[in-house]
C-alpha cells in the first residue's frame, strides 16, 4: 500500500536519517490533544522506524506505537511534540578531601530535550486513573534521555518546563514501548 501513494509521500527524518512518510490526522480524535498532536505515519517495509524514534519533516514527532499491516507496511501513531525542556539534577561539588564546596544545586544533565508536554486536567485524571494526586503535568520523551526515576535518588530530579521548575514524581518506563512517561508536580525547592 505504502508504494502505491507515492504522490503522499513527505520526505522526514527517523532519528536524523533521511526517510520518507504519509502522515495523516487521527481522524477518531474528540479532544483538542487528539486533534491537534496526535497523527499516523505509515512507513515503508524497508525503513528503519521503531516505537520511541524521532520523526522530523518540519513539525517533530515521537513514535507511540507501531503495527505492521498486511503489506508489511509500518503503521504508526504519532505525537507531536510542543516543549523542549531541560533535567537538572541536584548536585554538590567535593575538594580532593571530600569536603563540600559551595551549596548544593541543580545543575543541567540534559538540555533542548523534545517532549510532548501535557497539563493535568480532572479530564484527564479521569482518563488516566494511574495519575498521582500531585502531578501537574506528564511528559513523554526518548528512553536515551538522562532522567532518574525519584526512587533511584536522593533528591528527585527536576524539569524545566516553559521557564517553570517542576520536580519528578514518576518515570514510567513500560506505558510507551521505548518512550519514557513522566510525572512533574509543582517543584518545593
Known amino acids: 500500500m505504502f508504494y502505491r501513494f507515492a504522490h503522499r509521500h513527505s520526505p522526514c527524518t527517523v532519528n536524523g536519517e533521511p526517510d520518507v512518510v504519509i502522515l495523516s490526522r ?51 501513531s504519532l505525537i507531536k511534540t510542543n516543549a523542549a525542556i531541560t533535567v537538572e539534577r541536584y548536585s554538590q561539588e567535593y575538594d580532593e578531601n571530600d569536603n563540600p564546596i559551595g551549596d548544593e544545586e541543580y545543575k543541567p544533565v540534559a538540555v533542548n530535550v523534545i517532549a ?58 513500560v506505558k510507551y514501548p521505548n518512550l519514557l512517561h513522566v510525572h512533574l508536580s509543582d517543584s518545593v525547592r
Open 26 to 76: 487521527d481522524t477518531r480524535a474528540t479532544t483538542i490533544v487528539g486533534k491537534e498532536y496526535t497523527y499516523n505515519g505509515v512507513f515503508a517495509p524497508t525503513s528503519p522506524v521503531k516505537p520511541g524514534d524521532l520523526i522530523e519533516n518540519g513539525e517533530t514527532f515521537l513514535v507511540q506505537t507501531l503495527r505492521p499491516t498486511t503489506e508489511k507496511d509500518k503503521y504508526c
Open 116 to 173: 510532548f508536554a501535557q497539563y493535568v486536567t480532572a479530564r484527564l485524571r479521569q482518563d488516566d486513573p494511574g495519575l498521582l494526586p500531585s502531578t501537574t503535568y506528564t511528559l513523554q520523551l526518548q528512553t536515551t534521555v538522562d532522567i532518574k526515576d525519584p526512587q533511584d535518588a536522593i533528591h528527585p530530579d527536576q524539569v524545566n518546563l516553559h521557564g517553570k521548575a517542576y520536580q519528578v514524581d514518576a518515570v514510567d518506563v
